[in-house]
T-cell receptor
Framework: SAVISQKPSRDICQRGTSLTIQCQVD?????MFWYRQQPGQSLTLIAT?????????ESGFVIDKFPISRPNLTFSTLTVSNMSPEDSSIYLC?????????????FGSGTQLSVL | AQSVAQPEDQVNVAEGNPLTVKCTYS??????LFWYVQYPNRGLQFLLK??????LVKGSYGFEAEFNKSQTSFHLKKPSALVSDSALYFC?????????????FGQGTELSVKP
């Protein structure tokens, strides 16, 4: 299993500012995923963070708005840049652990972001 | 394109009664299907998955799900609901089983179990 520490758990930010969310995993993982969960909507994958290379972004998400760092195999950050009220959402990091016959996704507890 | 639908925003069940949370999917190949639960103020937790084999999959906390290929469904079930089962449930489909394949989630169903 994996234990994921995600912080901050919540924040209230002003329009135009940026927030960096941190995700720490207690084991080494190749890929980390960042999701957004908007109110009343499903989880949407923002990007896949690969150690040693640039993150892979999904359609509708760009690096300038959501820069991601992945300095090592246990840590990643997601920055929400130049925030607007539309960015108010829950942001989740996730890792995939694959064993010989099994695979599971583990999620952080999420960061609830409110932009005023 | 792959997609997942959870037709019910909310399901209300009395404690002790059976519960079903519905999920249908659309994929071009073989589906790899998952159920996750999100309790208040906590991250998503894995419940169960279907990759291959028996259509009835048993998971955590007494939950099970039945894969029905002809109906493209993967409904979550539990024979006897508990108040502590009240949470948000997400069905998801994976595009590929290779590591790195992204999950596509349904919109979620809020389960409320009343005493």
């Amino acid at each position: 299993s994996a234990v994921i520490s995600q912080k901050p758990s919540r924040d209230i930010c002003q329009r135009g500012t940026s927030l960096t969310i941190q995700c720490q995993v207690d084991s080494q993982v190749t890929m980390m995923f960042w999701y957004r969960q908007q109110p009343g909507q499903s989880l949407t994958l923002i990007a896949t963070a690969n150690q040693g290379s640039e993150a892979t972004y999904e359609s509708g998400f760009v690096i300038d708005k959501f820069p991601i760092s992945r300095p090592n195999l246990t840590f990643s950050t997601l920055t929400v840049s130049n925030m607007s009220p539309e960015d108010s959402s829950i942001y989740l990091c996730s890792v995939s652990l694959r064993g010989a016959t099994n695979e599971k996704l583990f999620f952080g507890s999420g960061t609830q972001l409110s932009v005023l | 394109a792959q997609s997942v639908a959870q037709p019910e925003d909310q399901v209300n069940v009395a404690e002790g009664n059976p519960l079903t949370v519905k999920c249908t999917y659309s994929v071009s190949g073989n589906p790899y299907l998952f159920w996750y639960v999100q309790y208040p103020n906590r991250g998503l937790q894995f419940l169960l998955k279907y990759i291959t084999g028996d259509n009835l999959v048993k998971g955590s906390y007494g939950f099970e799900a039945e894969f029905n290929k002809s109906q493209t469904s993967f409904h979550l079930k539990k024979p006897s609901a508990l108040v502590s089962d009240s949470a948000l449930y997400f069905c998801a489909v994976r595009e590929t089983y290779n590591q790195g394949g992204k999950l596509i989630f349904g919109q979620g169903t809020e389960l409320s179990v009343k005493p």
